[in-house]
C-alpha cells in the first residue's frame, strides 16, 4: 500500500488542520493530524476558541459526571426523531422502556409510531429526572442496550460507494454530527474502534437525529487492520490532513472509498495515516484555517459521494 511522505509537520511538531496551511493564519491550530502512534487514547484540544470540556472532543463524557443519570445515560434515547428511529428499528423490537408524556403518548398512538412498544405515561419532570441535566427530551425517552453494531464485511461488500472512518472521536456531539451527515450523503456506513468510542446512545443518538438506528457502525480492534482488509476487499483510502499537499479534489476519485477523520486537535494518527493510500486538505481560501471535525466530515462526504455519481 502507497505511503504519503509529506507529513513533514510530525519533525516538526506543529499541528496540522482540516485546511490549507497556506492561507493566512487566524488563530492557534485547529482541527487535524498530528502523527499520534496508534493505540493511546485521543487527548488533544484545540483553539482558537477552544469549547468547554464538555464538548471537546478530548473530553470524558459529561455525562458520566452527574450522579446515576449520567451513569444511566447510555442506556437511553431521548428526542422525538432519535426516539422515533428507535421504535421503528427492527433491531429493537421487544425491548426497551417507553416512556411519554401524554401529549406524545397520544402523537404515538394515533400515528402508530410505537410499534408494538408499551408506553409509559409519565411527567416531563419525571423524564427529566432520569436524564442528564439539560438533556432536550421533547417528551420521549426510550431505555435500551446500545446497539451492538455489525461486521466490517456487512459494510465493504459490496465494494462502492463511500465509507466513514473516525479515529478516536470521543465527544458525542461530534460523532452524532457526522452520523447524520454520513447517512445524508448516502455513506454506507462508519467505523469507529471500539476502546474509544463512545455508546451510539444518549447525546450521541440525539445529535444524530436518528441516523444511528439506520445507518451501520462496525466497530473494530485496531483501524490499522481494518484498512488492510478493507484494501484487500477493494477500497481505497484517503485521510484528512491540513498539512497534505493533495486538496481533497486531487484525492478522490470515484473508486470505493473509506474517509478516514482524526480527532480535533491529534487528527488521524500515524500508523492509520500510514495505511491510507492518500491524505488530503480541504482548501480554506476565506483565511480561516480550522473546522469542527464534525463540519469538516460533512465536507469530505459531500466531495468523496460527489466523485462517486
Known amino acids: 500500500m502507497s505511503r504519503n511522505p509529506e507529513r513533514n509537520d510530525r519533525k516538526s ?25 496508534e493505540g493511546g487514547p485521543d487527548r488533544g484540544g484545540w483553539n482558537p476558541n477552544p469549547k468547554p470540556k464538555a464538548f471537546s472532543d478530548s473530553a470524558p463524557r459529561a455525562s458520566r459526571a452527574h450522579g446515576r443519570a449520567g451513569a444511566d445515560a447510555d442506556n437511553f434515547v431521548w428526542g422525538r426523531h432519535p426516539v422515533l428511529a428507535a421504535l421503528a428499528n427492527p433491531a429493537r423490537k421487544g425491548m426497551g422502556r417507553l416512556l411519554a408524556t401524554a401529549d406524545r403518548a397520544a402523537e404515538l398512538e394515533r400515528d402508530r409510531l410505537a410499534h408494538g412498544h408499551k408506553i409509559e405515561i409519565v411527567e416531563a419532570q419525571a423524564i427529566d429526572r432520569m436524564l442528564p441535566p439539560g438533556a432536550v427530551h421533547q417528551g420521549l425517552a426510550f431505555k435500551v442496550q446500545p446497539l451492538e453494531g455489525v461486521a466490517l464485511e456487512d459494510i465493504a461488500e459490496p465494494a462502492t460507494g463511500v465509507i466513514v472512518m473516525l479515529d478516536q ?16 450523503f448516502g455513506a454506507k456506513g462508519i467505523v469507529v474502534q471500539d476502546r474509544h468510542s463512545p455508546a451510539l446512545a444518549g447525546a450521541l443518538a440525539k445529535a444524530s437525529a436518528g441516523a444511528t438506528e439506520r445507518l451501520p457502525c462496525a ?13 484487500d476487499l477493494g477500497w481505497r483510502a484517503v485521510g484528512l490532513d491540513g498539512a497534505a499537499e493533495l486538496t481533497l479534489d486531487e484525492a478522490l476519485d470515484a473508486r470505493p472509498t473509506v474517509l478516514v477523520m482524526g480527532s480535533e486537535g491529534d487528527g488521524v494518527r500515524r500508523l492509520v495515516a500510514e495505511h491510507c493510500d492518500a491524505m488530503a486538505r480541504i482548501p480554506m481560501p476565506g483565511g480561516f484555517e480550522s473546522l469542527n471535525v464534525s463540519n469538516a466530515a460533512a465536507v469530505a462526504l459531500y466531495e468523496a459521494c460527489r466523485k462517486q455519481t
Open 13 to 37: 511538531g506543529k499541528k496540522p488542520v482540516f485546511g490549507d496551511r497556506s492561507a493566512p493564519r487566524a488563530g492557534g491550530p485547529g482541527a487535524g493530524a498530528k502523527g499520534k502512534p
Open 169 to 184: 472521536l470521543t465527544d458525542p456531539q461530534n460523532v452524532g454530527a457526522i452520523f447524520r451527515s454520513a447517512l445524508a
Open 219 to 231: 466497530r473494530v480492534t485496531n483501524l490499522s487492520r481494518a484498512l488492510e482488509k478493507l484494501a
